[in-house]
């Protein structure tokens, strides 16, 4: 059973830069593919980023391509999503999950474990 808790949102103003973490526990956890997605407030959730199990394969949303970077350390169970430049409309909460597979996927429904969520608020 692995579960997923995410850290590191907050406040801040357009043009700052965030680090989210996101710490997996379970002795499978590093075998699995994880990423990133997140729910504007009143709006569907969307993919952000992924990375598969060795920390390979970065895949990006078109929307965060060159301001977010996705990562992960195994050694410590742990990714991250570094997000600059961040946008008013980068706002939402911000979930962690794991994928079904080591491989890179996109796809929500593709994912089994999700975190609880962190918010990040953009202001103009």
């Known amino acids: 059973q692995v579960t997923v808790v995410e850290s590191g949102g907050g406040m801040v103003q357009a043009g700052a830069s965030v680090r989210l973490s996101c710490l997996a526990s379970g002795r499978t956890a590093s075998t699995y593919a994880m990423g990133w997605f997140r729910r504007p407030a009143g709006k569907e959730r969307t993919f952000v980023a992924a990375i598969n199990y060795r920390g390979e394969e970065p895949h990006y949303a078109d929307s965060v391509q060159g301001r977010f970077t996705i990562s992960r350390d195994n050694t410590k169970n742990t990714i991250y999503l570094d997000m600059n430049t961040l946008k008013p409309e980068d706002t939402a909460v911000y979930y962690c999950?794991?994928?079904?597979?080591?491989?890179?996927?996109?796809?929500?429904?593709?994912?089994?474990?999700w975190g609880q969520g962190t918010q990040v608020t953009v202001s103009s």
């Open positions: 999950a794991v994928a079904d597979f080591s491989w890179v996927v996109t796809a929500a429904t593709h994912y089994h474990t």
